[in-house]
Nanobody
């Protein structure tokens, strides 16, 4: 069992940056693949980014965020990050982190989810 808590959301102007954090409980954080998803009002939840377990060598991104968002992890702090640059109004959503007890989970197959953090990008 792992508990995930997101933070770092807020209101930012278009073109700005935010860094989301997701803190995980437990002593085996490095054994989990991690992912970020988002859900805008009236839309289905969608994949944003993913990172493999341990050293996080494998990373994947949705086409809509490639080149603007970067996922990373710090196993010593049990935390995964999502650095978001060049934000657009279309990035407005609740952002969720997720964990899967496997090497890499990509855009699906996650076992644990956080409660989400709101990101609002104004034009």
């Amino acid at each position: 069992q792992v508990k995930l808590v997101e933070s770092g959301g807020g209101l930012v102007q278009a073109g700005g940056s935010l860094r989301l954090s997701c803190a995980a409980s437990g002593r085996t954080f490095s054994s989990y693949a991690m992912g970020w998803f988002r859900q805008a009002p009236g839309k289905e939840r969608e994949f944003v980014a993913a990172i493999s377990w341990s050293g996080g060598i494998t990373k994947g991104y949705a086409d809509s965020v490639k080149g603007r968002f970067t996922i990373s992890r710090d196993n010593a702090k049990n935390t995964v990050y999502l650095q978001m640059n060049s934000l657009k109004p279309g990035d407005t959503a609740v952002y969720y982190c997720a964990a899967a007890l496997q090497r890499y989970s990509g855009d699906g197959g996650y076992d644990y989810w956080g409660q989400g953090t709101q990101v609002t990008v104004s034009s």
